[in-house]
C-alpha cells in the first residue's frame, strides 16, 4: 500500500511519540496522528484536549474539542481553568501538538487574521488555547501541509509564540520550554537548526524532491547537510489510520 501524501504526514507524525508522553492535542491532524500511535506503538501515552479530557481515547476522532467521545472515553474531565492552571501551566505536559494557518522560518504560528489585522483578507477562528500550549508545554510538534500561502516569509500576525525572530528570543521573555522541536509537513519534517532556530529540512518522504518542498515555501530553505528520507509508511500504520478514519466518517454519517 502507497500512502497519500497527508497519511505521511500523519504517520510520520505519530512515530515521534512514545508510551510515555503527555500529550496537549489539536484537533483535525494532530489528533489523527496522536491517536494512531496511541493504536499502534504508544497504547499507555496519556491524550489530553483542551476541553478537559485527561487520558481520552476515543475510538473516532473527535469534530471538536467539545465532541462528548472525547468526554465519554476519559479517565475523567477536569474544568478548563483546572486543565490550563494545574496541568499546562504546572509544566505537566510534555508535547503540545498544534497545527496553523500559518507558520513562518522561526515556527510562530497564525491563526488569526491574513492581511491587516484592521482590514484582513480573511479572519481565521483565533487562537484558542495555543498560545497558552505553545509556551508551557515541554515541546511543540506541528502538522502543517506545505504550500506557500501556509510557510510565509512574514506573518501578519503571531498568534502562538515559536522561537520569535531566531535563537534565544524565548529565553528573553522567561519561557523555560523547548518551544517548535519539529514541524511535520505532507513532504518533509523540519527542525530548527541549533544555532539560530531557523528551520531547516532534516528529512524527506518518499519520493518527494528538494524542489517540491522548496516549491511549497515562502521563503529559500536550508536543507540538513545529512539530508534523510522518512521510512515509507508499513501496512500496518496505513491500515490502523485508515481504518480509523473510515470509523470516523461512519460515526458522523459521511459516506466512506
Not at 497558552?132 to 502543517?144: L, S, Y
Not at 530548527?192 to 529540512?201: G, I, W
Amino acid at each position: 500500500m502507497t500512502a497519500t501524501p497527508t497519511e505521511m504526514m500523519t504517520i510520520a507524525a505519530a512515530r515521534l511519540l512514545t508510551n510515555e508522553d503527555v500529550c496537549f492535542v489539536g484537533i483535525g491532524a494532530p489528533s489523527a496522528a496522536c491517536n494512531l500511535a496511541r493504536l499502534t506503538h504508544a497504547p499507555k501515552i496519556t491524550l489530553i484536549y483542551e476541553s478537559g479530557t485527561l487520558s481520552t481515547r476515543p475510538t473516532v476522532l473527535p469534530l471538536s474539542i467539545g465532541d462528548g467521545e472525547l468526554c465519554d472515553t476519559a479517565l475523567t474531565t477536569v474544568s478548563v481553568p483546572e486543565m490550563f492552571r494545574y496541568w499546562l501551566q504546572g509544566g505537566r505536559i510534555t508535547i503540545g501538538f498544534l497545527g496553523g494557518a500559518q507558520i513562518d522560518r522561526f515556527a510562530n504560528l497564525n491563526t488569526t487574521v491574513v492581511g491587516p489585522y484592521d482590514a484582513p483578507k480573511v479572519r481565521l477562528p483565533g487562537g484558542g488555547g495555543a498560545p497558552e500550549i505553545a509556551i508551557h508545554c515541554g515541546q511543540i510538534f506541528i502538522t502543517m501541509a506545505m504550500g506557500s500561502r501556509a510557510f510565509v516569509e512574514t506573518l501578519p500576525f503571531i498568534t502562538s509564540f515559536g522561537h520569535g525572530t531566531g535563537k534565544g528570543d524565548r529565553a528573553k521573555l522567561g519561557l523555560k520550554t523547548r518551544g517548535p522541536t519539529k514541524i511535520i509537513t505532507d513532504l518533509c519534517v523540519m527542525e530548527p537548526d541549533p544555532e539560530t532556530s531557523e528551520l531547516t529540512v532534516v528529512s524527506l518522504h518518499p519520493g518527494v524532491t528538494r524542489e517540491q518542498v522548496q516549491a511549497g515555501c515562502g521563503w529559500p530553505l536550508r536543507f540538513a547537510a545529512e539530508l534523510a528520507e522518512t521510512p515509507a509508511a508499513s501496512a500496518q500504520e496505513l491500515a490502523v489510520l485508515r481504518d480509523l478514519h473510515i470509523r470516523t466518517k461512519q460515526a458522523h454519517g459521511v459516506a466512506a
